[in-house]
């Protein structure tokens, strides 16, 4: 079978047409799993047997002629997304062993339209990081070039798509987590709308950024994916109750007369010229197609890093207060007080990143600096999004690279923290103002290596984005990746 | 900023332990961070600080209780337990 | 030296909802341990708390019960701390717009009325249960608790010694079971107090140095701790010495309180919005029917027992510092509105019988017990039956004329019966009719007994007293 590009609306019609069955196509990609992830390692966990059952569960649901959109389509599932009865590690030593008894909201709607579930994807510690480098487990290599990251913190999620050992899987998306590997790796990633699919199961981050979506081949397939899991949720008091449409409706309409919000500080220092200059090429395109780019500013863009980081620190400092190795995951051996056990097991299960994010929010937090950050933070927040609303008044969506390189090798300053988190400055807005965004391969480096630009939206405005990548992917030839 | 004593003091607060080297290292790398985030100190607070709009009340969650877990799935992920409890070292 | 005690109180509240605050499970105290638990409130990784309607409701309507304002955005935030009874190691509580500010609650001192003011009342979780096993030096954690909705009641100092704390305390718990939101059993740690003390002497400006005196769980521990902790705090300033800021605890055997911790441990909460929960927004319309679900308060409800029922003041504290008393009296007279005689029945034979049978709850009706005193009031049964009435429905709900039939107590009034006995009575002493003619008052009692015991049943003793009267003149 050829797996190149095989997005999940061929699939759909190849199932439904009965040219492939669920249970043959589950095969295929256990099959490619096992001849590609000894090189990539996209996954923690492999669920063979289940994923066999959950094929022939499907099929009768197709033979029965009543297959849902994603009925029999192999999904891989990042391991910060609890799956009922299977292991969900976030990647951590703390959650090694950790086997959720209940099921994420999306995996409950997935799971009801007879997905089935290859496996679970390697991450950044605890979605801590843009290389995946962090996770306990394993360095998750891209499929273009071995040397070099997949991205992060969803690195498995991208590289197992662009390694087509799954055609879509779930990331979730903090500060760039959906779309920065899918830059890095050439494939198509979606952050939702904050509020708009369900965070229950979604083992947190920071609260008020984090949001699942889907990482797939391209832009149509991150829509019939958002469509399935989108929606208000009773078990998360966040999501809105916004009704959504459906995100394929401008699917093929033409993109003449949109205005494209193009922010100058995003083509700044900090961002490569080849990165400029592809993103700046896909904006030309849109031109040709009959679009309006028009130059806007985003003076609070220059706060964007401390914003992110304290809210997000401070959220994580508070959010991993809970692994204290008593009711699961990681407990230290041979303390005997209270304090000192926790204090052992937190040392023992987190990794430096972690600890790192941990500090850095207890920081933005504690008594005497709370006001000179984290308060500062919050009212940054607020300029952002209104800095955002303003310049969607005049344009329909903004176009700007997704990172300010193609993806960087092992050994380029991963350990180097400041680095790192300097290098999240063209997603983590999006994020802080709670906005849909969808990076799309819009070139490739002298390197070869992929490179990603991002299409942000007004609130709900998933359909717009998608119609807008679709829009641009259909005319732009993927390079496939070497691995 | 970045001082040993602070970096000490905020593992206190989030009960983590670091060995001498990785305290040293952590103080290092947090002296750099927080001169990232310092930059933020320059902005002065004008009008109201963001806050979400939230929800109404008559859309919050009615009050009806649902059957609970069984015990043992709560206690299943457990490393120590007794007689249905979660163990820990006595505290006072 | 004499010194001035300026007292505020924290008072916790469990709400009498069915599920817990942040997700479905059951509220209700008690059960297996663990046994009332499920991934969100035993802190489960990617669970999520969401809000339950009705605690929300039942903090402002405590609110109103203490006159407090509603703030109409209310948002949450989260308290870190580790301690194995909180499983998320934060409790979501509310820091800067809780749900109630500015109120005010009447006690009564011996000085008479006096005004406590409501700094604010807040809506938080509980958290679990520690059970210590010095044998094994383990504590054991039950998460049954975790997520009992809670109100938090918080006083300016306005609070000037152990009494005036009691009397608050009492009337705090009064004011929550007229409203309806909590049981106020303190045994069961449905209620309970920190209270933050310090002493100044008379001349001087500003307040001293205070204490905190964490879980107190009954009025007599929250009076014995204040008192001690005054005299402790006299007794460092006299020495010349100081008040140490801190929060102490109070050894009920001991009667004393001593630190919990030392201050190195300082805590620092790191209070911060909580992303999980959204801000609550209140319309005018949701206030006014939260507050229009309040029942009348006690107040509301002694000043009518006085002045529209006239009872006595005494009579009418009794029954409204008892909300069931108070409620069962109510419908009591709805039935039947003789305000003194159902008053009457109930102070001196209700309330011995249900002290007798130790019984919280009355098994009857309120309705049962109207027609009962309005039977004796028509003399359909004599009062001495009606008492037995009384002890027959406590142990056996049953309608009282049911009752009274079953057992012959009815009084039928058949006065051709009564002409007949007075008859017969006064043919059997003739001497002692003659003895009454010449003005021999005392044997009428007699001549009455004979006929009312052979009338048992028959008429009331009114009607026969009088028919008799007129036979023997």
């Known amino acids: 079978m050829d797996f190149q590009n095989l997005t999940v609306k061929d699939l759909r019609a190849k199932l439904d047409q009965k040219e492939i069955s669920a249970p043959e196509l589950t095969k295929a990609y256990l099959e490619r799993i096992s001849e590609k992830d000894p090189l990539v390692k996209s996954f923690i966990t492999v669920c063979e047997d289940s994923a066999l059952e959950q094929a022939e569960a499907a099929q009768w649901r197709i033979d029965a002629g009543e297959a849902a959109p994603l009925t029999g389509i192999p999904f891989g599932i990042k391991d910060n997304i609890c799956t009922q009865g299977v292991k969900t590690t976030c990647a951590s030593k703390m959650l090694e062993d950790f086997v959720p008894p209940y099921q994420a909201t999306v995996m409950e709607k997935l799971c009801g339209q007879d997905i089935v579930m290859l496996g679970k994807l390697n991450m950044d510690e605890f979605a801590m990081g843009g290389s995946t480098a962090t996770s306990y487990f394993a360095k998750t290599v891209n499929p273009y070039d071995s040397s070099k990251v997949p991205g992060g913190s969803s690195g498995g999620s991208a590289a197992c798509v662009s390694a087509s050992m799954a055609p879509v899987a779930l990331g979730s998306d903090t500060g760039g987590s959906i779309r920065q590997p899918a830059s890095f790796c050439g494939v198509t990633g979606l952050k939702p709308t904050y509020s708009s699919v369900s965070r229950f199961g979604l083992v947190a981050f920071a609260s008020s950024l984090d949001q699942i979506g889907p990482i797939a081949n391209s832009a149509y397939d991150c829509g019939i994916v958002f469509n399935s899991i989108c929606g208000f949720d009773p078990h998360d008091g966040t999501t809105s109750r916004h009704p959504h449409g459906d995100a394929l409706s401008l699917i093929g309409q033409s993109v003449a007369g949109l205005k494209i919000a193009v922010p100058k500080e995003f083509f700044e220092a900090g961002i490569d010229d080849e990165v400029k200059e592809s993103v700046y090429a896909a904006v030309k395109a849109y031109e040709a197609m009959g679009a309006k780019a028009v130059e806007v500013s985003m003076p609070s863009l220059k706060y964007a890093i401390p914003a992110y980081y304290l809210i997000s620190s401070a959220e994580a400092s508070s959010n991993l207060s809970r692994y204290d190795g008593i009711k699961y995951g990681y407990r230290a051996q041979g303390e005997d007080d209270y304090n000192a056990l926790i204090r052992k097991t937190r040392d023992e299960g987190f990794g430096t990143e972690v600890k790192r994010r941990i500090l850095l929010g207890t920081y933005a937090l504690a008594s005497g600096y709370y006001d000179a950050y984290y308060k500062k933070a919050l009212y940054l927040k607020g300029k952002i999004r209104e800095e955002y609303n303003a310049i969607f008044k005049e344009c329909d969506v903004m176009v700007t690279p997704t990172a300010p390189s193609t993806a960087f090798g092992f050994d380029e300053g991963i350990s180097d923290p400041a680095k790192m988190y300097l290098a999240d400055i063209c997603t983590v807005t999006v994020n802080i103002a709670g906005l849909p965004a969808i990076s799309t391969p819009c070139g490739y480096g002298k390197n070869g290596m992929p490179i990603g630009m991002s299409i942000v939206g007004k609130a709900f405005d998933e359909a717009r984005i998608i119609q807008m990548a679709d829009a641009f992917e259909r005319d732009f030839k993927r390079v496939a990746p070497v691995l | ?92 | 030296m004499q010194y001035i005690p300026v007292i505020g109180l924290e008072i916790h509240a469990e709400l009498l909802t069915d599920s817990k605050v942040f997700c479905t499970c059951s509220a209700e105290f008690g059960g297996d341990q663990n046994s009332r638990c499920c991934p969100v409130c035993s802190g489960f990784p990617g669970t999520l708390p969401v809000l339950n309607q009705r605690a929300v409701e039942y903090a402002v309507k405590a609110g109103f019960a203490m006159n407090c304002s509603i703030n109409k955005y209310s948002k949450f935030d989260r308290k870190n701390y580790f301690y194995p009874d909180l499983p998320k190691a934060y409790q979501i509580s509310q820091l800067d717009l809780p749900l109630c500010i500015n109120g005010k609650v009447k006690i009564e001192t011996e000085k008479g009325e006096k005004w406590i003011r409501i700094n604010r009342i807040h809506l938080e979780e509980d958290a679990g249960k520690l059970v210590h096993d010095d044998i094994n030096a383990t504590s054991l954690a039950d998460y049954n608790r975790c997520g009992v909705p809670l109100i938090e009641i918080v006083t300016e100092p306005d609070l000037s010694s152990a009494e005036e704390a009691r009397a608050f305390v009492e009337q705090v718990s009064l004011l929550l079971q007229y409203a309806g939101v909590c049981d106020c059993k303190m045994e069961q740690g449905s209620i309970r107090a920190d209270v933050n003390i310090s002493i100044m002497p008379p001349d001087a400006k500003e307040f001293g140095t205070r204490a905190e005196i964490k879980n107190l769980n009954s009025l007599k521990s929250i009076t014995r701790a204040i008192d001690y902790e005054i005299k402790r705090q006299a007794e460092l300033l006299d020495k010349g010495e100081k008040v140490v800021q801190e929060t102490r605890r109070f050894n009920d055997n001991h009667g004393t309180t001593k630190p919990m911790r030392s201050k190195e441990d300082a805590q620092d909460y790191r209070y911060f919005p909580e992303p999980d929960i959204q801000p609550v927004n209140f319309t005018d319309e949701d206030l006014a029917a939260i507050r229009a679900s309040l029942p009348k308060l006690p107040d509301e409800r002694l000043k009518q027992y006085m002045v529209e029922y006239g009872l006595s003041e005494t009579d009418s504290k009794i029954i409204v510092n008892d909300v069931k008393l108070s409620d069962f009296f109510d419908a009591a007279v709805s039935v039947y509105p003789n305000y003194k005689n159902i008053c009457n029945f109930v102070l001196t034979e209700l309330l011995r019988r249900l002290k007798e049978t130790e019984t919280d709850d009355i098994p009857f009706s309120a309705e049962h017990f109207a027609t009962l005193v309005k039977m004796v009031d028509e003399g359909k049964v004599s009062r001495n039956d009606g008492k037995t009435i009384l002890r027959y429905m406590l142990e056996n709900p049953a309608h009282p004329e049911e009752i009274a039939k079953a057992n012959g107590f009815l009084v039928v009034n058949d006065m051709g019966a009564v002409d007949e006995v007075i008859c017969a009575v006064m043919a059997e002493r003739p001497d002692l009719v003659e003895q009454y003619r010449a003005g021999e008052k005392k044997v009428f009692g007699f001549l009455m007994g004979q006929c009312t015991s052979r009338l048992k049943g028959i008429a009331n003793p009114k009607d026969i007293k009088t028919a008799l009267e007129n036979k023997l003149s």
Request: charged fraction near 30%; include cysteine; aromatic fraction near 8%.
């Open chain 2, 1 to 92: 900023m970045g001082d040993v004593k602070l970096i000490q003091h905020l593992c206190n607060l989030s009960k983590l332990t670091l060995t001498d080297e990785e305290l040293e290292s952590f103080t290092s790398d947090m002296e750099v961070i927080i001169g990232i985030m310092d930059s933020i100190k320059e902005v002065s607070v004008e009008g109201d600080i963001h806050r979400d709009s939230g929800v109404y009340f008559a859309d919050v969650r009615g009050d009806e209780s649902a059957p609970s877990y069984p015990t043992d799935q709560i206690l299943e992920n457990a490393k120590e337990k007794e007689d249905n409890y979660f163990e820990v070292p006595k505290v006072f």
